[in-house]
C-alpha cells in the first residue's frame, strides 16, 4: 500500500473510498495497513514500531518527518522527536542496501543528522517483530538518557 502511495500510483484518499466502498468481511488487514498509512507510516517494520512505541512510556513523536538542515538540505526521519532532537531509523536491509549506493545512504544520513546536533539510533525490523519488550525498553532508555544530556 505505501509503496503504491509513494510511487504516485493512488493516494491514500482514493484508496480509502475503495476501501469504504468495498466488503467489509475479510478486509480487517486492509482497514489496519490504511490507519498505519494514515498515522505516518511507509513500511509495514515501521508501522510496527509505531504500534508499539505509542504503546509505551515514550513520549509522543512525528513519523517521516522533515528535518531542515543547516546546509539547506533537508532529510526525513523515520521517527522523530523533535524536542529531544532525536532520531529513530529502521534499517530494513530489503529497502537500504540493494545498490552501494544505497547502502552509502543511511550512513550520509546518519552523519548529517549528527552534524547537526541530533541524536540517532537506528533499529532493524528483526529487531522490532522478533524483540518487540526490548525495542521498546531500548528506546525508552535511549530517549530518556537523551532528555537527561539536554538538561545537563
Not at 15 to 35: D, I, K, T
Not at 126 to 145: D, K, M, T
Request: net charge neutral; with cysteine; glycine share 4%.
Amino acid at each position: 500500500m505505501t509503496q503504491a502511495i509513494r510511487a504516485n500510483l493512488c493516494s491514500v484518499e482514493e484508496l480509502a473510498v475503495q476501501l469504504a466502498e468495498g466488503p467489509q468481511r475479510g478486509s480487517r488487514n486492509l482497514r489496519l495497513a490504511l490507519e498505519e498509512v494514515l498515522a505516518g507510516a511507509w513500511s509495514a517494520p515501521e508501522a510496527r514500531a509505531a504500534r508499539l512505541l505509542r504503546a509505551s512510556n515514550v513520549p509522543p513523536f512525528e513519523q517521516n518527518a522533515r528535518i531542515d538542515l543547516p546546509d539547506g538540505s533537508y532529510v526525513i526521519a523515520d521517527f522523530l522527536w523533535r524536542a529531544l532532537r532525536a532520531v529513530l531509523e529502521i534499517d530494513s536491509l530489503e529497502h537500504h542496501f540493494l545498490s552501494p549506493a544505497q547502502r552509502e545512504a543511511p550512513d550520509d544520513k546518519h552523519l548529517k543528522l549528527m552534524s547537526a546536533g541530533y541524536a540517532v539510533a537506528h533499529r532493524t525490523p528483526w529487531a522490532i517483530s522478533q524483540r518487540p519488550l526490548r525495542f521498546v525498553h531500548g528506546i525508552e532508555q535511549w530517549l530518556q538518557a537523551r532528555a537527561r544530556q539536554l538538561a545537563a
